[in-house]
Protein backbone atom coordinates (compact mmCIF):
# COMPACT_ATOMS: atom_id res chain seq x y z
CA UNK A 1 0.00 0.00 0.00
CA UNK A 2 1.09 3.27 -1.24
CA UNK A 3 2.73 5.89 1.90
CA UNK A 4 -0.11 8.39 2.56
CA UNK A 5 0.77 11.70 1.81
CA UNK A 6 1.39 14.27 4.20
CA UNK A 7 -1.02 17.45 4.69
CA UNK A 8 0.77 20.33 3.55
CA UNK A 9 0.02 23.47 5.51
CA UNK A 10 -1.93 26.13 4.30
CA UNK A 11 -3.31 29.34 5.10
CA UNK A 12 -7.05 29.51 6.90
CA UNK A 13 -9.37 32.18 6.74
CA UNK A 14 -9.74 33.99 10.01
CA UNK A 15 -12.10 32.68 12.13
CA UNK A 16 -12.07 34.42 16.11
CA UNK A 17 -10.90 37.58 17.48
CA UNK A 18 -6.76 35.79 17.80
CA UNK A 19 -7.14 35.37 14.05
CA UNK A 20 -8.48 38.59 13.27
CA UNK A 21 -5.96 40.65 15.21
CA UNK A 22 -3.03 38.31 13.87
CA UNK A 23 -4.24 39.69 10.59
CA UNK A 24 -4.30 42.70 11.01
CA UNK A 25 -0.87 42.94 12.39
CA UNK A 26 0.52 41.41 9.27
CA UNK A 27 0.76 37.79 9.93
CA UNK A 28 -0.46 34.87 8.04
CA UNK A 29 -2.74 32.46 9.36
CA UNK A 30 -1.66 28.68 8.90
CA UNK A 31 -2.44 25.54 9.85
CA UNK A 32 0.26 22.63 10.78
CA UNK A 33 -0.55 19.24 11.41
CA UNK A 34 -0.33 18.60 15.01
CA UNK A 35 1.37 15.74 16.81
CA UNK A 36 2.27 14.68 20.33
CA UNK A 37 4.99 16.18 22.17
CA UNK A 38 7.09 13.15 23.75
CA UNK A 39 9.83 14.92 26.61
CA UNK A 40 8.98 17.59 29.45
CA UNK A 41 6.07 20.12 28.94
CA UNK A 42 8.52 22.94 29.94
CA UNK A 43 10.31 22.90 27.05
CA UNK A 44 7.07 22.41 24.90
CA UNK A 45 7.02 25.71 23.09
CA UNK A 46 10.51 25.71 22.03
CA UNK A 47 10.01 22.37 20.73
CA UNK A 48 6.92 24.37 19.08
CA UNK A 49 9.52 26.91 16.95
CA UNK A 50 11.82 24.16 16.13
CA UNK A 51 8.80 22.28 14.10
CA UNK A 52 8.07 24.99 12.99
CA UNK A 53 11.40 26.02 11.27
CA UNK A 54 10.86 22.78 9.90
CA UNK A 55 7.94 23.59 8.03
CA UNK A 56 9.06 27.06 7.19
CA UNK A 57 12.48 25.37 5.69
CA UNK A 58 10.35 22.58 3.75
CA UNK A 59 8.01 25.41 2.39
CA UNK A 60 10.58 27.52 1.20
CA UNK A 61 14.00 27.14 -1.33
CA UNK A 62 15.95 28.28 1.47
CA UNK A 63 19.00 28.25 -1.25
CA UNK A 64 18.17 31.18 -3.40
CA UNK A 65 16.92 33.53 -0.42
CA UNK A 66 15.63 33.51 3.16
CA UNK A 67 12.05 34.94 2.97
CA UNK A 68 10.95 37.30 5.33
CA UNK A 69 7.19 35.90 6.86
CA UNK A 70 5.05 36.49 9.59
CA UNK A 71 3.17 33.31 10.75
CA UNK A 72 0.84 32.51 12.99
CA UNK A 73 -0.90 29.30 14.09
CA UNK A 74 -4.06 29.43 16.35
CA UNK A 75 -3.91 25.67 17.99
CA UNK A 76 -1.56 23.59 19.48
CA UNK A 77 1.19 21.78 16.77
CA UNK A 78 2.79 19.86 19.85
CA UNK A 79 0.31 18.32 22.42
CA UNK A 80 0.80 16.86 25.85
CA UNK A 81 -0.24 13.85 26.39
CA UNK A 82 -2.40 15.15 29.46
CA UNK A 83 -4.75 17.40 28.57
CA UNK A 84 -4.44 20.86 29.47
CA UNK A 85 -8.27 21.75 29.77
CA UNK A 86 -9.81 24.35 27.30
CA UNK A 87 -7.55 26.33 26.46
CA UNK A 88 -5.99 28.48 23.49
CA UNK A 89 -2.76 27.17 22.88
CA UNK A 90 -1.46 30.05 20.09
CA UNK A 91 2.00 30.87 18.02
CA UNK A 92 3.03 34.05 16.49
CA UNK A 93 6.73 33.67 14.17
CA UNK A 94 8.58 35.95 12.38
CA UNK A 95 11.65 34.67 10.39
CA UNK A 96 13.89 36.11 8.40
CA UNK A 97 14.00 39.72 9.96
CA UNK A 98 16.99 40.62 12.06
CA UNK A 99 15.83 43.79 13.57
CA UNK A 100 14.14 44.50 16.73
CA UNK A 101 10.90 45.10 14.93
CA UNK A 102 10.70 41.53 15.00
CA UNK A 103 10.22 40.96 18.80
CA UNK A 104 7.83 44.50 18.83
CA UNK A 105 5.44 43.08 16.30
CA UNK A 106 5.30 39.68 18.38
CA UNK A 107 5.20 41.33 21.68
CA UNK A 108 2.31 44.06 20.49
CA UNK A 109 0.39 41.37 18.53
CA UNK A 110 -0.12 39.41 21.42
CA UNK A 111 -0.56 41.92 23.51
CA UNK A 112 -3.68 43.34 21.27
CA UNK A 113 -4.69 39.54 21.46
CA UNK A 114 -5.28 39.33 25.12
CA UNK A 115 -6.59 43.14 25.51
CA UNK A 116 -9.41 41.42 23.14
CA UNK A 117 -9.51 38.48 25.47
CA UNK A 118 -10.32 40.82 28.40
CA UNK A 119 -7.48 40.17 30.23
CA UNK A 120 -6.46 43.44 32.91
CA UNK A 121 -3.60 44.99 34.01
CA UNK A 122 -0.91 43.21 31.33
CA UNK A 123 2.49 43.89 31.31
CA UNK A 124 5.30 42.99 29.78
CA UNK A 125 8.97 41.28 31.18
CA UNK A 126 12.22 40.99 29.07
CA UNK A 127 15.85 40.12 29.30
CA UNK A 128 18.76 40.39 26.98
CA UNK A 129 20.88 37.18 27.24
CA UNK A 130 22.79 37.69 24.17
CA UNK A 131 24.56 35.41 21.60
CA UNK A 132 26.03 32.12 22.64
CA UNK A 133 29.09 33.57 23.64
CA UNK A 134 27.92 36.32 25.61
CA UNK A 135 26.03 33.28 27.47
CA UNK A 136 28.77 31.52 28.02
CA UNK A 137 30.68 34.80 29.47
CA UNK A 138 27.48 34.87 31.91
CA UNK A 139 27.79 31.38 33.24
CA UNK A 140 31.39 31.81 33.66
CA UNK A 141 31.12 34.23 35.72
CA UNK A 142 28.09 33.26 37.55
CA UNK A 143 29.85 29.70 38.60
CA UNK A 144 32.15 31.53 40.15
CA UNK A 145 30.02 33.60 42.10
CA UNK A 146 27.90 30.70 43.32
CA UNK A 147 31.20 28.44 44.45
CA UNK A 148 32.58 31.66 46.56
CA UNK A 149 28.54 31.42 48.07
CA UNK A 150 28.23 27.64 48.42
CA UNK A 151 27.18 28.04 51.92
CA UNK A 152 23.73 30.17 50.93
CA UNK A 153 22.97 27.53 48.67
CA UNK A 154 21.24 24.19 49.64
CA UNK A 155 22.24 20.63 49.17
CA UNK A 156 19.93 20.21 45.74
CA UNK A 157 21.00 23.59 44.53
CA UNK A 158 25.00 22.39 44.85
CA UNK A 159 23.61 18.94 42.77
CA UNK A 160 22.40 21.42 39.92
CA UNK A 161 25.89 23.46 40.36
CA UNK A 162 28.09 19.98 39.80
CA UNK A 163 25.42 19.42 36.67
CA UNK A 164 26.04 22.60 35.32
CA UNK A 165 22.61 24.03 36.06
CA UNK A 166 23.43 27.26 36.41
CA UNK A 167 20.82 29.25 34.64
CA UNK A 168 18.09 27.01 36.87
CA UNK A 169 19.43 28.76 40.04
CA UNK A 170 19.89 31.98 38.60
CA UNK A 171 16.35 32.25 37.62
CA UNK A 172 14.88 30.49 40.88
CA UNK A 173 12.00 32.27 42.41
CA UNK A 174 12.91 30.57 45.98
CA UNK A 175 13.60 32.67 48.61
CA UNK A 176 16.87 31.60 49.84
CA UNK A 177 18.47 31.86 46.02
CA UNK A 178 16.45 35.40 44.96
CA UNK A 179 18.36 37.34 47.64
CA UNK A 180 21.28 35.13 46.83
CA UNK A 181 20.77 36.24 42.99
CA UNK A 182 20.10 39.90 43.45
CA UNK A 183 24.23 40.23 44.70
CA UNK A 184 25.12 37.72 41.62
CA UNK A 185 26.30 38.73 37.74
CA UNK A 186 23.69 39.79 35.54
CA UNK A 187 23.78 38.52 31.65
CA UNK A 188 23.16 42.09 30.41
CA UNK A 189 26.75 43.44 31.47
CA UNK A 190 28.12 40.47 29.07
CA UNK A 191 26.01 41.44 26.09
CA UNK A 192 28.30 41.43 22.62
CA UNK A 193 28.28 45.15 21.64
CA UNK A 194 25.90 43.31 18.47
CA UNK A 195 23.50 41.73 21.05
CA UNK A 196 23.95 44.94 23.23
CA UNK A 197 23.10 47.23 20.25
CA UNK A 198 20.12 44.93 19.03
CA UNK A 199 18.25 45.23 22.41
CA UNK A 200 18.63 48.74 22.68
CA UNK A 201 16.28 48.48 19.72
CA UNK A 202 14.29 46.25 21.20
CA UNK A 203 13.34 48.79 24.22
CA UNK A 204 12.89 51.61 21.32
CA UNK A 205 10.14 49.45 19.79
CA UNK A 206 8.95 48.83 23.13
CA UNK A 207 8.82 52.16 24.45
CA UNK A 208 7.25 53.50 21.25
CA UNK A 209 4.62 51.14 21.28
CA UNK A 210 3.27 52.43 24.49
CA UNK A 211 3.29 48.98 25.93
CA UNK A 212 4.18 48.81 29.73
CA UNK A 213 7.34 46.85 30.17
CA UNK A 214 10.24 46.47 32.92
CA UNK A 215 13.25 44.57 32.78
CA UNK A 216 13.86 41.07 34.66
CA UNK A 217 17.18 40.36 34.74
CA UNK A 218 16.79 36.77 36.35
CA UNK A 219 14.49 36.15 33.35
CA UNK A 220 16.13 33.00 31.31
CA UNK A 221 14.99 30.26 29.01
CA UNK A 222 16.56 27.24 28.15
CA UNK A 223 20.47 28.72 26.40
CA UNK A 224 19.47 25.75 23.73
CA UNK A 225 16.78 27.73 22.17
CA UNK A 226 16.50 31.33 23.04
CA UNK A 227 19.21 33.91 22.38
CA UNK A 228 19.61 37.60 22.43
CA UNK A 229 16.11 38.74 23.88
CA UNK A 230 13.78 37.12 26.26
CA UNK A 231 10.18 38.27 26.91
CA UNK A 232 6.84 36.90 29.40
CA UNK A 233 3.41 38.75 29.39
CA UNK A 234 1.51 38.58 32.27
CA UNK A 235 -1.76 39.61 33.06
CA UNK A 236 -5.07 38.44 34.98
CA UNK A 237 -8.65 36.64 34.00
CA UNK A 238 -10.31 39.19 36.25
CA UNK A 239 -9.73 42.59 38.40
CA UNK A 240 -7.99 41.67 41.94
CA UNK A 241 -6.91 38.31 40.98
CA UNK A 242 -3.19 38.02 41.23
CA UNK A 243 -1.24 37.84 37.38
CA UNK A 244 0.03 34.78 35.82
CA UNK A 245 2.07 34.07 32.91
CA UNK A 246 -0.12 33.98 29.77
CA UNK A 247 2.70 34.39 26.51
CA UNK A 248 6.65 33.40 26.81
CA UNK A 249 9.38 34.20 23.67
CA UNK A 250 12.55 35.22 22.00
CA UNK A 251 14.69 35.39 19.64
CA UNK A 252 15.86 32.11 18.64
CA UNK A 253 18.04 33.26 15.77
CA UNK A 254 21.15 30.31 16.17
CA UNK A 255 18.32 27.34 16.80
CA UNK A 256 16.61 28.66 13.62
CA UNK A 257 19.73 28.51 11.72
CA UNK A 258 20.29 24.89 13.13
CA UNK A 259 17.02 23.35 11.98
CA UNK A 260 16.90 25.56 8.31
CA UNK A 261 20.92 23.70 8.06
CA UNK A 262 22.01 27.64 6.91
CA UNK A 263 24.45 29.70 8.25
CA UNK A 264 22.69 32.56 9.48
CA UNK A 265 18.71 32.93 9.52
CA UNK A 266 16.73 35.20 11.92
CA UNK A 267 13.07 34.33 14.24
CA UNK A 268 11.55 35.34 17.01
CA UNK A 269 8.94 33.11 18.34
CA UNK A 270 6.30 33.64 21.13
CA UNK A 271 3.71 30.84 22.53
CA UNK A 272 0.05 31.79 24.03
CA UNK A 273 -1.28 29.46 26.43
CA UNK A 274 -4.89 31.26 28.01
CA UNK A 275 -8.79 30.67 27.99
CA UNK A 276 -10.19 32.01 25.30
CA UNK A 277 -13.27 34.70 25.58
CA UNK A 278 -14.12 36.62 22.56
CA UNK A 279 -15.40 34.18 20.28
CA UNK A 280 -15.93 37.03 17.31
CA UNK A 281 -14.01 40.24 16.45
CA UNK A 282 -15.01 43.35 17.72
CA UNK A 283 -16.70 46.07 15.24
CA UNK A 284 -19.89 48.25 14.32
CA UNK A 285 -22.52 46.91 12.58
CA UNK A 286 -22.34 47.98 9.09
CA UNK A 287 -18.27 47.72 8.89
CA UNK A 288 -16.67 45.79 5.88
CA UNK A 289 -15.44 42.78 6.67
CA UNK A 290 -11.78 43.33 7.73
CA UNK A 291 -10.27 41.37 4.51
CA UNK A 292 -12.36 43.73 1.82
CA UNK A 293 -10.49 46.44 2.83
CA UNK A 294 -7.08 46.94 0.54
CA UNK A 295 -5.02 49.75 2.49
CA UNK A 296 -0.90 49.30 2.43
CA UNK A 297 1.04 51.18 5.22
CA UNK A 298 4.55 52.24 4.36
CA UNK A 299 7.04 53.62 6.13
CA UNK A 300 10.37 55.65 5.62
CA UNK A 301 12.93 55.94 8.27
CA UNK A 302 13.66 54.46 11.57
CA UNK A 303 10.86 57.07 13.34
CA UNK A 304 8.18 56.03 10.95
CA UNK A 305 8.88 52.12 11.74
CA UNK A 306 8.45 53.44 15.44
CA UNK A 307 5.59 55.44 14.58
CA UNK A 308 3.70 52.65 12.99
CA UNK A 309 2.63 51.41 15.89
CA UNK A 310 0.59 53.77 16.88
CA UNK A 311 -1.00 53.66 13.20
CA UNK A 312 -1.67 50.68 13.34
CA UNK A 313 -3.42 50.58 16.22
CA UNK A 314 -5.73 53.66 15.53
CA UNK A 315 -6.61 51.24 12.58
CA UNK A 316 -7.45 48.31 14.28
CA UNK A 317 -10.12 49.88 16.29
CA UNK A 318 -12.18 50.12 12.47
CA UNK A 319 -11.16 46.76 11.94
CA UNK A 320 -9.46 47.73 9.16
CA UNK A 321 -6.06 45.36 8.15
CA UNK A 322 -2.98 46.98 6.86
CA UNK A 323 -0.70 45.38 4.54
CA UNK A 324 2.92 46.10 5.00
CA UNK A 325 6.12 45.11 4.34
CA UNK A 326 7.56 45.15 7.44
CA UNK A 327 11.64 45.39 7.56
CA UNK A 328 11.99 46.77 4.04
CA UNK A 329 13.58 50.25 4.19
CA UNK A 330 13.07 51.04 0.42
CA UNK A 331 10.03 53.54 -0.76
CA UNK A 332 10.12 51.70 -3.99
CA UNK A 333 10.16 48.39 -2.93
CA UNK A 334 7.10 49.18 -0.60
CA UNK A 335 5.00 50.95 -3.31
CA UNK A 336 6.29 48.10 -5.65
CA UNK A 337 4.91 45.36 -2.72
CA UNK A 338 1.11 48.09 -2.41
CA UNK A 339 0.98 47.60 -5.98
CA UNK A 340 1.39 43.77 -5.97
CA UNK A 341 -1.90 43.49 -3.33
CA UNK A 342 -3.94 45.64 -5.52
CA UNK A 343 -4.02 48.08 -2.43
CA UNK A 344 -6.37 51.21 -3.01
CA UNK A 345 -4.90 52.83 -0.53
CA UNK A 346 -1.69 53.97 1.24
CA UNK A 347 -0.57 55.53 4.49
CA UNK A 348 2.52 56.88 4.13
CA UNK A 349 5.06 58.08 6.83
CA UNK A 350 8.20 59.73 6.54
CA UNK A 351 10.99 60.76 9.43
CA UNK A 352 8.34 64.27 8.91
CA UNK A 353 5.11 62.94 9.65
CA UNK A 354 6.08 60.38 12.60
CA UNK A 355 7.68 63.97 14.10
CA UNK A 356 4.91 65.67 13.58
CA UNK A 357 2.33 62.83 14.22
CA UNK A 358 0.99 62.73 11.37
CA UNK A 359 0.60 60.50 7.96
CA UNK A 360 -0.13 60.72 4.43
CA UNK A 361 -3.28 59.19 2.87
CA UNK A 362 -2.64 58.68 -0.97
CA UNK A 363 -5.30 57.13 -3.58
CA UNK A 364 -3.80 54.76 -5.53
CA UNK A 365 -5.46 55.17 -8.52
CA UNK A 366 -5.30 58.80 -8.78
CA UNK A 367 -2.42 59.27 -6.88
CA UNK A 368 -4.02 62.27 -4.87
CA UNK A 369 -2.74 62.41 -1.19
CA UNK A 370 -4.16 64.14 2.02
CA UNK A 371 -2.36 64.56 5.08
CA UNK A 372 -3.97 63.57 8.72
CA UNK A 373 -2.98 63.85 12.05
CA UNK A 374 -2.70 60.20 13.24
CA UNK A 375 -5.33 60.54 16.40
CA UNK A 376 -7.88 61.64 13.82
CA UNK A 377 -6.81 58.90 11.24
CA UNK A 378 -9.95 56.84 12.69
CA UNK A 379 -13.05 59.03 11.92
CA UNK A 380 -10.78 60.11 8.31
CA UNK A 381 -10.25 56.08 7.55
CA UNK A 382 -14.20 55.53 7.75
CA UNK A 383 -14.76 57.61 4.42
CA UNK A 384 -12.47 54.76 2.81
CA UNK A 385 -14.23 52.01 3.85
Do not use: C, W
Request: no cysteine; net charge positive.
Amino acid sequence: MAAKKKKKATKTTPKNNADHVALHYGFDLIDIKDSFHPGKADDLAEEEKVKLMKFYAKDNDLRKEIPKKMLFYNKPILKEKKARGKQNNLGLDVIGVDSGLAEAFVIRTAFAILQDEGYKDLSVEVNAIGDKESVKRFEKELTAFYRKNLSSLKAADQKKLKEGKILSLFSSEKDHLAELNEQAPKPIFFLSEESSEHFKEVLEYLEESGLPYEMNDSLMGNKNYFSKTIFVIKGSDAKGKPKKELARGGRYDELAAEVARKRKISAVGLSMDFKARAKAPKGKKGTKAAHDVNIHLIKIGFSARLKSFEIMEAMRKLNIPLNHSMDETKISKQIEHAVENDSKYALIVGHKEATEGKVLIRDMETFSQNEVRVEELPKYAKKLI
